[in-house]
């Protein structure tokens, strides 16, 4: 029989590992940052925590997001940070 207290610890970390990552997304590209998501080593860690939420949720919704993060191929910070700007930087008032 598997223990509800380590089951309900087991939840929140995946889900604060996901909420991380998002967290992370929307901010600029640093190497530091790609090194937090573990970026340049397939995002298992955040593929792991994906895979535990979408199994509690009842479904294989999460699996393309899975997917495309398992086969990813991070560029560099350069070129992350030049599609970062043209995503969520808002152009100033004139």
Same mark, same amino acid.
């Given at each position: 029989?598997?223990?509800?207290?380590?089951?309900?610890?087991?939840?929140?970390?995946?889900?604060?590992?996901?909420? *991380?990552? $998002?967290? %992370? !997304?929307?901010?600029?590209?640093?190497?530091?940052? $790609?090194?937090?998501?573990?970026? *340049?080593? !397939?995002? !298992?860690?955040? %593929?792991?925590?994906? *895979?535990?939420?979408?199994?509690?949720?009842? !479904? *294989?919704?999460?699996?393309?997001?899975?997917?495309? $993060?398992?086969?990813?191929?991070?560029?560099?910070?350069?070129?992350?940070?030049?599609?970062?700007?043209?995503?969520?930087? %808002?152009?100033?008032?004139?």
């Amino acid at each position: 029989m598997s223990d509800p207290h380590a089951a309900a610890v087991d939840d929140a970390l995946a889900r604060a590992v996901v909420y *991380r990552t $998002l967290s %992370i !997304g929307f901010q600029a590209p640093t190497d530091e940052r $790609l090194r937090q998501v573990s970026a *340049r080593e !397939g995002f !298992g860690v955040v %593929i792991a925590a994906l *895979r535990h939420v979408d199994r509690q949720a009842g !479904g *294989r919704r999460l699996e393309p997001v899975v997917a495309r $993060l398992a086969t990813m191929s991070v560029p560099g910070v350069e070129a992350l940070a030049g599609s970062f700007t043209r995503l969520l930087v %808002i152009a100033p008032a004139v």
